[in-house]
């Protein structure tokens, strides 16, 4: 499922126009990503738990010839699912 077929879902299920659901989902995902930056953790209760987690830096090595690589510290998002959401997909 990608973020339109999302949207298609979110339409037909809260019987919304395609413009008012493609909104809903919008306000969803940014209040996600504010939250994200703000507190750097979000919680949906039964869904699942966002965090944001820094990646410190490190040395790899390029595959095709063996040369040592810089890897820059960065930030990320790790996502832990819910009780319910792990229950609903089994």
Same mark, same amino acid.
């Given at each position: 499922?990608?973020?339109?077929?999302?949207?298609? &879902? /979110?339409?037909?299920? +809260?019987?919304?126009? @395609?413009?008012?659901? $493609?909104?809903?989902?919008? #306000?969803?995902? %940014?209040?996600?990503?504010?939250?994200?930056?703000?507190?750097?953790?979000?919680?949906?209760?039964?869904?699942?738990?966002?965090? &944001? /987690?820094?990646?410190? +830096?490190?040395?790899? @090595?390029?595959?095709? $010839?063996?040369?040592?690589? #810089?890897?820059? %510290?960065?930030?990320?998002?790790?996502?832990?699912?819910?009780?319910?959401?792990?229950?609903?997909?089994?």
């Amino acid at each position: 499922m990608n973020k339109m077929d999302l949207i298609a &879902k /979110v339409a037909e299920t +809260a019987g919304l126009s @395609r413009a008012k659901a $493609t909104e809903a989902v919008e #306000a969803v995902l %940014a209040a996600i990503g504010a939250g994200l930056k703000d507190s750097g953790e979000v919680r949906l209760v039964g869904f699942g738990t966002f965090e &944001k /987690v820094e990646r410190k +830096a490190s040395t790899g @090595r390029n595959p095709r $010839t063996g040369e040592p690589l #810089a890897i820059a %510290a960065s930030t990320s998002v790790k996502f832990k699912a819910g009780k319910a959401l792990k229950d609903g997909v089994a």
